[in-house]
């Protein structure tokens, strides 16, 4: 694991970008050379949109032989769109009887680029992945996307043998997963019908906190890092303490959003090679450092807090792919990749993934206090 410099928290923090996330990679901002096929009609309170989806059966009519639907959030920059597909094939069997399902969330440049309709929703190049409003032609959530997709899913008439609903998502796809776990409407009526729901987040740049707490090196000074020093450490989407975007019910309950969040089905899937600190992609925020190096330390870091988390009944699991980085494709179409989205026999969860962050030197601390007595240099 990189550990971080041996320098107290606060003058480390004071060195470190304070954007709201990584330096925008130009490919993000480039036009998708492939709109998504199919269309749906999105709703909340605030107007109508439409999304670009691609759907592997038309979920238009009856679908009686589907008991599992895989539902894939893409990255960043909006093109990796095929990854679901290819695990699919990799299953076999095992998907024969699978809905496989990937939206996509457009931005401005991708609606002028192919002259799509003013119907189509667009957001901000970083504001999808965070579950905020489009920026037209109404103030819809991506969230109320995904709500979408899971009350077409949960209508019995055309799906009437569903069991399984598998909600995925790479890298910045990853990030909106795990969002969405936290604070998503969507999964009362799937919920009630029966239907298991869970979750796969794969490789995010970083991870919803349900509580102040962070990872902190024991191995140096922990002397805190105060608000004007890294003033998004505990905001949306990092944390609880503001910046919500309107679809999060108000007011929240961090207690009970954190009971519920604990409780869900969640898979975290991280590729081992997945390490690289100055990964162009990689949000390098101050709020997002404190929760670790790269991609892999974050993930597992969050694995290691949720472990020590009072809870009942714990499901959620870490799944290592050994040897793959920030690719996709490779971490769905991997034994465990596909063992998340088709319940494929193959692959087993570490079972010292919860001590992860113990064992390498790190404690749950509280780094927005100061805290004494914590050796180091």
């Known amino acids: ?10 003058a480390w923090l004071a060195m470190l970008p304070m954007a709201a996330g990584a330096t925008v990679d130009p490919e993000v901002l480039t036009p998708v050379p492939i709109v998504q096929d199919g269309r749906l009609e999105v ?28 539902i894939v959030i893409h990255g960043w920059p909006r093109r990796d769109l095929k990854s679901l597909e290819l695990a699919a094939e990799q299953s076999g069997t ?24 003013a119907d ?19 103030a819809i959530s991506s969230f109320d996307a995904l709500d979408a997709i899971l009350a077409r899913l949960a209508n019995r008439q055309l799906f009437p043998a569903l069991r399984t609903v598998v909600v995925a998502g790479h890298s910045a796809g990853g990030r909106f997963v795990q969002r969405y776990a936290a604070v998503g409407h969507g999964q009362g009526p799937l919920l009630r019908l029966g239907v298991h729901l869970s979750y796969v987040v794969a490789n995010p740049s970083d991870y919803l906190y349900l509580t102040p707490e962070r990872p902190i090196d024991t191995n140096r000074h922990a002397d805190g890092a105060s608000s004007q020093q890294c003033p998004g450490v505990n905001r949306w989407p990092y944390g609880l303490g503001g910046d919500l975007p309107r679809y999060v019910s108000q007011p929240i309950d961090p207690q009970a959003l954190g009971r519920d969040y604990l409780a869900r089905d969640i898979v975290y899937l991280l590729g ?3 390490n690289d600190p100055a990964h162009h992609q990689l949000d390098r925020s101050c709020a997002a ?24 009944e714990w499901t959620q699991r870490l799944l290592e792919v050994a040897g793959i980085g920030h690719n996709s494709v490779k971490m769905f179409s991997s034994a465990c990749g596909r063992a998340a989205l088709f319940d494929q026999d193959g692959c087993a969860p570490d079972p010292d993934a919860a001590a992860y962050g113990q ?19």
């Open 43 to 70: 709703s909340s309170a605030k107007g109508e949109g439409v999304i670009s989806i691609h759907v592997s059966r038309d979920w238009t009519q009856p679908q009686p032989a589907v008991t599992r639907a895989v």
């Open 1 to 10: 694991m990189n550990m971080l410099r041996t320098i107290s928290i606060s």
């Open 359 to 377: 064992a390498q030197g790190y404690q749950v601390g509280l780094p927005l206090k100061r805290q004494q007595n914590v050796v180091g240099n």
């Open 94 to 117: 095992a998907a024969n009887d699978a809905i496989l399902i990937t939206p996509q969330f457009l931005i401005q440049a991708d609606i002028d680029a192919h002259h799509l309709p």
């Open 272 to 274: 081992t090679a997945d």
């Open 289 to 312: 450092e404190v929760q670790g190096t790269t991609r892999f330390d974050r993930g597992t870091l969050y694995f290691s807090y949720l472990s020590s988390r009072p809870r009942g």
């Open 120 to 138: 189509t929703l667009r957001w901000g190049p970083n504001a999808w992945a965070a579950g905020y409003d489009a920026r037209g032609p109404a």
